[in-house]
């Protein structure tokens, strides 16, 4: 099974940017969709991006749609998410999670149920 490790967090002022990057060991990416999900104090878990690896599918929630970009370099088994124009509404632990594809035939990477998560990564937006 794949691990993942999401890093890149820290602290910045609001319109500040970071870019956040899920690692992956133990298996390619290439049978699975990606997804970056964020969870602020008091919050639900919130999806945030998606992609397949095996076509480019990509999803962004309307909560940072046009301030996030989602990418990977599969040479590093590597997917990054970059954050722009950032908010303190924006301050959560930021996760990187796994779903294989062929378990979930036919839908969108947003709609995957993600079996494999790894630990989160702090961000915090000051005003």
């Known amino acids: 099974d794949v691990q993942l490790q999401a890093s890149g967090g820290g602290s910045v002022q609001a319109g500040g940017s970071l870019r956040l990057s899920c690692d992956a060991s133990?298996?390619?990416?290439?049978?699975?969709?990606i997804g970056w999900f964020r969870r602020a104090p008091g919050k639900k878990r919130e999806g945030i991006s998606c992609i397949k690896m095996n076509d480019g599918q990509t999803f962004y929630a309307e909560s940072m749609k046009g301030r996030v970009t989602i990418s990977s370099d599969n040479a590093k088994n590597t997917v990054y998410l970059q954050m722009n124009n950032l908010k303190p509404e924006d301050t959560a632990v930021y996760y990187c999670?796994?779903?294989?594809?062929?378990?979930?035939?036919?839908?969108?990477?947003?709609?995957?149920?993600?079996?494999?998560w790894g630990q989160g990564t702090l961000v915090t937006v000051s005003s």
């Open positions: 133990g298996a390619s990416f290439g049978p699975y969709a």
């Open positions: 999670a796994a779903d294989l594809i062929r378990q979930n035939l036919g839908r969108g990477c947003q709609d995957m149920t993600y079996d494999f």
